[in-house]
């Protein structure tokens, strides 16, 4: 599985918002299904979260919006692991519009993981860090980088 994971999603009515672009709480539900979708494909749906009695939740969120989305356009989410610390994660994001080659947003989701029953921090498990791969920086996708046969 490659450590740059994509997440393609075609723009719904409901996503728009009264300026008639994409709703700026549309890009984080896209961060938030992107997320899920990698755990999923590197090993860990929810079914092992809850098997395990750890989960992740969000400690904050930031997004840069550099364009906007349309109805019915194709967007694709590329999201990464950036780092695992003892019972934190920094994962990063990238909206990208394949059609005309167009970054809409950057962003980042700093998560921690906790235990499910009583809600405090606890470490990540080695196993679960063990299944991702970590992209230092230097290694992230550039304003030229777009996945090969997106478009």
Excluded: C
Excluded at 40 to 49: F, H, N, S, V
Excluded at 91 to 117: E, F
């Amino acid at each position: 599985m490659p450590a740059i994971f994509l997440f393609p999603h075609a723009v719904a009515d409901d996503e728009i918002d009264e300026l008639g672009h994409v709703s700026n709480l549309a890009y984080l539900k896209w961060m938030q299904e992107a997320a899920v979708a990698h755990s999923t494909a590197q090993g860990w749906p929810l079914e092992r979260y809850l098997h395990t009695g750890g989960g992740w939740v969000a400690r904050s969120h930031w997004i840069e919006y550099l364009r906007p989305a349309f109805v019915d356009e194709q967007i694709v989410v590329q999201t990464w692991v950036a780092n695992f610390k003892k019972i934190t994660s920094l994962r990063k994001y990238r909206i990208l519009r394949p059609a005309d080659r167009t970054v809409l947003a950057v962003a980042r989701t700093d998560w921690a993981y906790i235990g499910l029953k009583n809600r405090v921090p606890r470490r990540i498990p080695p196993e679960l860090a063990e299944s991702f791969e970590v992209v230092p920086e230097e290694r992230e996708p550039g304003d030229d980088d777009f996945p090969d046969g997106l478009a």
